[in-house]
């Protein structure tokens, strides 16, 4: 396929087309509490199974319509799931069912799936709905028994529905559940919960109020966790952290010294489930009394309730349930007698399968290490995306005194570089908090290289980062000039500044600048210093990582757009949408923003077209248009051909369609940059900063002979990205021979592998590599250090 990464493993490799689903029938459930992008997960699992061949059922209602039968079990279509992608919730209905719970219950059931020979079952919800489905497996061979014992089914049946195969996806907006980094809804309810928080804070601080908020989660803490490291809260209370005795008189100082700072508002932030020391409840309104009565404070306490799992799923969710339902298909038909029950799960970038009894067994490990107070068991069990998101905020919440900071008489720099992202600013003072933590002096860079070499650099303290985590753009300035023009003047303010180390956070640019720096350091000495580049840019085009900070935040302005301009035409005739997106020659944003908002083609300059394939597009979906699908979408990268323009898509389209469909064209433009940094980039943005930080503070003291601070090896020259599992620091220099500089790319992109993904859910028939699908991994009990997970 055009612009797809050549396969490692040549012998190896598995395609789509050599599964088969005929003959086979699967049935989709949600139950238990709803999470938004449940409709992307049944989305996919419908559209997946009806590409291989395979039928479909929905069931209606949860475990209680298995149990009902009737008519909550009903054959899908692919129309059936059309317009479901940015519906929040659960269209096909969740309950909890007691019945199911009783052997009875589940012989009903049982004998309503036989009856429609469904021997693959879907499910997506908590860890209590995906425990009952593997019982039901357990069980599945003596229930046939019993059903042809009492003459409701005869041998034939039995025989030919005799292995029942169970794939569960984790939907849960509290993300408690072991072996998964995410759960399908979790990135939607902390959006919820940062839209809330940062309404909030205008009030607060024009009334320089104390708010306390509450926000779900009654046995894990992670809502409450990350949603605090995202907005900057002044202190958090989770289940797995009880706050030591004494805790009372510690918050208030807290409250008081930043105050005191010149802060006009606290948030504090309260997972319902919050216990102290004792096992006693920490409630919002405890918490309020006390900040009244010992500080005298304006407070406030809102509770967010039901708001936080409702509302449209955020491109995240949507994607990863996609992903999720894809993948749960692909297992459900590789499945086997011998194959566990497995559970389709997310770890850093890339989906894998889990035996569900393990992950199971593990979430229920927490449950008991929390109950016996081994409260550093339950985080470790948690997993190694919890505990690192734990050590940051202790790393960022906390103001030492001058006492208790080491001087190490380093000056580290910190700068944006290129065009602003959403999530730089919450990188830049997480970089700054923890540098002067770790004793340095932190500088500032205003506008990039350009006010580098103009001597814009100033010290930048502990308070002059308060609130910029949720600022869009970069408060520092940024510039794309280079620094190779320069780079006397430059080398001259690090010397007057003794400047020892630098951290750029920046997109293609910023890797251009390190690279020229590193070049640079055999003829300036200056340049003989630990130097680090975060990646942050919308385009997510630097080589060497996954993500880039400000990606997900553009991401869900595309899809939210897409969604409201797809609504525009709500009640009239069928109509379809052309819409240009940013990137320059990288086309993720328009890849990936097609999957999450169910686009029907996608333009990029990765896998080049010509113009039987637009024709091939448009045949495509005037054929659809002509059943009771109203609505298309198309996308096109704004670089991704130099003649096919928009305008020249738009027309062909409208010619082309005339009869069935109208077109409207729409460029999304600066759109896409701007705006408040999405909970995602946040957290990213403050956890590899502070990352970044940490590995500045061990270079310089490898680097510090003599007196002085002298690296030039490549090491000491990175950039630090995620990939595919982890966090990775690589050299500058060895990134260069993988980067296209003529089109600001990387040679290999990852994301191209979702492409295929995409033309699936979109009806076309395509070749789809899965040779990273079908290994079933077992639930890790040691996990990577903290700090090396995301």
């Not at 997480?430 to 290289?449: L, P, Q, Y």
């Not at 028939?765 to 040691?782: A, F």
């Amino acid at each position: 396929m055009a612009g797809m990464a050549p396969p490692t493993r040549q012998d190896t490799r598995k395609f789509i087309e050599n599964l088969t689903g005929t003959g086979k029938s699967i049935a989709v459930l949600t139950s238990g509490g709803d999470a938004q992008g449940m409709n992307a997960a049944v989305r996919a699992v419908v559209r997946m199974g009806i590409y291989v061949g395979a039928k479909v059922y929905f069931i209606h209602e949860g475990y209680q319509g298995m149990v009902d039968g009737g008519g909550n079990i009903k054959e899908a279509t692919w129309e059936s799931v059309s317009s479901m992608l940015q519906v929040g919730g659960t269209v096909i209905g969740s309950a909890r069912c007691k019945e199911f719970r009783t052997h009875e219950g589940r012989l009903k059931a049982a004998h309503n799936l036989v009856q429609r020979g469904i021997t693959n079952l879907c499910v997506i919800g908590g860890d209590g709905s995906l425990t009952g489905a593997n019982l039901f497996r357990e069980e599945w061979s003596g229930l046939l028994d019993e059903l042809q014992q009492q003459g409701l089914i005869d041998e034939a049946a039995a025989s030919s529905n005799s292995e029942l195969h169970i794939v569960g996806m984790v939907g849960s907006i509290d993300n408690d559940f072991c072996g998964t980094d995410m759960t399908i809804g979790t990135d939607s309810a902390l959006h919820r919960i940062i839209e809330v928080v940062d309404a909030i804070m205008t009030t607060a601080q024009s009334h320089q109020r104390t708010f306390v908020l509450e926000v779900m989660g009654r046995h894990c803490g992670y809502l409450a966790l990350v949603s605090a490291l995202a907005c900057g809260a002044d202190w958090v209370f989770i289940p797995e952290m009880p706050p030591e005795d004494g805790w009372e008189d510690n918050m208030c100082q807290k409250l008081s010294e930043n105050r005191d700072y010149k802060k006009r508002l606290n948030i504090i932030i309260v997972a319902e489930g919050a216990i102290d020391s004792h096992n006693k409840s920490i409630t919002a309104d405890y918490i309020k009394d006390l900040v009244v009565r010992c500080l005298g404070f304006d407070t406030r306490v809102t509770i967010l309730g039901h708001v936080q799992r409702g509302g449209t799923p955020s491109a995240f969710d949507r994607i990863l349930a996609s992903r999720m339902g894809v993948e749960a298909v692909l297992a459900l038909l590789e499945a086997s007698a011998s194959t566990p029950a497995c559970v389709v799960s997310l770890v850093g970038n890339q989906a894998v399968r889990l035996p569900l009894m393990e992950c199971v067994q593990m979430t229920q490990e927490v449950q008991k290490a929390m109950d016996e107070k081994k409260f550093d068991e339950a985080v470790r069990l948690r997993g190694g995306s919890f505990e690192n998101n734990l050590s940051t905020y202790r790393l960022l919440s906390y103001r030492k005194s001058d006492s208790e900071i080491p001087n190490s008489s380093f000056n580290v720099a910190v700068m944006n570089v290129g065009a602003p992202a959403a999530g730089m600013n919450a990188a830049v003072r997480s970089a700054v908090r923890v540098g002067i933590t770790e004793g340095h002096k932190m500088f500032a860079v205003n506008d990039g290289f350009e006010g580098f070499y103009k001597g814009q650099i100033k010290e930048i303290k502990w308070g002059d980062v308060g609130g910029w985590t949720g600022q869009g753009g970069s408060l520092l300035g940024t510039k794309r000039t280079l620094p190779a023009k320069h780079l006397d003047k430059i080398a001259e303010q690090m010397r007057i500044h003794n400047i020892n180390a630098l951290l750029v956070i920046g997109g293609f640019e910023a890797f251009e600048c390190l690279l020229q720096l590193y070049e640079a350091r055999a003829d300036y000495e200056e340049f003989c210093i630990p130097m680090c580049m975060l990646p942050a840019t919308i385009s997510n085009n630097v080589c060497g990582t996954d993500l880039s900070i400000g990606a997900d935040t553009s991401l869900n302005a595309i899809v939210e757009t897409c969604d409201r301009i797809k609504q525009s035409a709500s009640g009239t005739k069928r109509r379809v949408f052309i819409i240009e997106t940013m990137g320059g020659y990288c086309g993720y944003l328009a890849s990936v923003g097609g999957l999450a908002a169910g686009a029907d083609a996608v333009y990029i300059y990765e896998e080049p077209f010509d113009i039987r394939d637009l024709q091939s597009n448009v045949e495509h979906l005037t054929q659809k248009m002509k059943t009771s699908i109203q609505r298309g979408l198309v996308l096109r990268n704004e670089s991704c051909n130099e003649n096919f323009t928009t305008d020249f898509i738009y027309q062909l389209y409208s010619e082309e369609g005339r009869g069935v469909f109208d077109c409207r064209k729409n460029v999304l433009g600066h759109m896409q940059q701007g705006g408040a940094p999405s909970p995602f980039d946040r957290n990213f943005g403050t956890k590899i900063a502070a990352k970044a930080m940490q590995w500045i503070t061990k270079t310089l003291k490898e680097s510090y002979k003599g007196g002085k601070v002298f690296a030039n090896s490549e090491d000491t020259a990175c950039l630090l990205g995620m990939r595919r599992r982890a966090m990775v620091f690589q050299p500058v220099s060895q990134l260069r021979d993988e980067t296209d500089f003529v089109h600001r790319i990387p040679k290999e992109q990852w994301w191209l592998k979702l492409r295929p993904l995409m033309k699936i859910l979109a009806k076309y028939k395509t070749s789809y590599d899965v040779s990273d699908s079908g290994r079933l991994e077992h639930v890790s009990r040691v996990r990577p250090k903290a700090a090396d997970a995301i």
